[in-house]
C-alpha cells in the first residue's frame, strides 16, 4: 500500500531533550516536506526536500534539521526542544513532474508536546 | 508572498443539506494551483479537490465541487447533500512551482460540523 510513514504518533518530552521523528514514504517520490500545524494557524512549511541530498527551509525552520540521505526517508530532527515546538507534525511527499505539482501525500500526524 | 484566507473559522450545516466553503488568495502568478484538503478527527489529511488555474471549467468530485473566480482570486467548495462523515476541518491550499518546491500554502481552515 502506497503510505507516508511517521513515527511516534505521540512523543512527550522535555525542554532540551533531542529527539527525532522519522518520516519514510514508499512511493518513490522525491520531493518530501514537513509541515507544524497550530490551532488557527493552519499548517506552515518547516523545510522541504527536492531529492536526496538537496533540502531547504520553509517558512518556519527555527529550531529544526532534517537530512535526505535516501530518497525513501526524511527525518525531522528538534536538538533542543522548546515548549513553542509543542505541536501537530505532518510528513508529506509527492512526485515532482512536469506540467504541475502532484498531490501530496500526507502521512498520519505526529502530536509532539514538550514540557 | 501568496496568502491563503479562510474567513470562516467554523460552519454548521444540517445532513442532507448544501454547504459551502469560502477561500480567497493572493497571488502575482498566473499559473497555479488550488486544492481543498479535509482533515477529519483522526487527523489525516485527505485530499478533497484540487483546481489548475488555467482551466476555466471547476472541478467536481462526486458531491465537492468548487466556484474558481480567477478574476476575483476566490476559490470556494460546495458540499452538496452533506453527510454525518462530512465532519471535518477544511483546509484550502495554494501552490506554484515558481523556484520549483512544490510548496503549499495552507489557509487557516474552517471547522465544518454536519449536524443529524
Known amino acids: 500500500e502506497a503510505q507516508v510513514t511517521q513515527n511516534p504518533r505521540y512523543l512527550i518530552t522535555v525542554t532540551g531533550k533531542k529527539l527525532t521523528v522519522t518520516c519514510s514514504q514508499n512511493m518513490n517520490h522525491e520531493y518530501m516536506s514537513w509541515y507544524r500545524q497550530d490551532p488557527g494557524l493552519g499548517l506552515r512549511q518547516i523545510y522541504y526536500s527536492m531529492n536526496v541530498e538537496v533540502t531547504d527551509k520553509g517558512d518556519v525552520p527555527e529550531g529544526y534539521k532534517v537530512s535526505r540521505k535516501e530518497k525513501r526517508n526524511f527525518p525531522l530532527i528538534l536538538e533542543s526542544p522548546s515548549p513553542n515546538q509543542t505541536s501537530l507534525y505532518f510528513c508529506?511527499?509527492?512526485?515532482?513532474?512536469?506540467?504541475?505539482?502532484?498531490?501530496?501525500?500526507f502521512g498520519n500526524g505526529t502530536r509532539l508536546t514538550v514540557t | 508572498a501568496q496568502t491563503v484566507t479562510q474567513s470562516q473559522p467554523e460552519m454548521s450545516v444540517q445532513e442532507a443539506e448544501t454547504v459551502t466553503l469560502s477561500c480567497t488568495y493572493d497571488?502575482?502568478?498566473?499559473?497555479?494551483?488550488l486544492f481543498w484538503y479535509k482533515q477529519p478527527p483522526s487527523r489525516q489529511m485527505i485530499l478533497v479537490i484540487r483546481q489548475e488555474a488555467y482551466k476555466q471549467q471547476n472541478a467536481t468530485e462526486n458531491r465537492f465541487s468548487v466556484n474558481f473566480q480567477k478574476a476575483a482570486k476566490s476559490f470556494s467548495l460546495k458540499i452538496s447533500d452533506s453527510q454525518l462523515g462530512d465532519t471535518a476541518m477544511y483546509f484550502c491550499?495554494?501552490?506554484?512551482?515558481?523556484?520549483?518546491?512544490?510548496?503549499?500554502?495552507f489557509g487557516k481552515g474552517t471547522k465544518l460540523t454536519v449536524n443529524p
Open positions: 497571488t502575482s502568478e498566473n499559473n497555479y494551483y
Open positions: 508529506a511527499s509527492s512526485l515532482r513532474q512536469t506540467g504541475g505539482p502532484s498531490p501530496l501525500h
Open positions: 491550499a495554494f501552490s506554484s512551482t515558481q523556484g520549483g518546491s512544490e510548496k503549499l500554502v
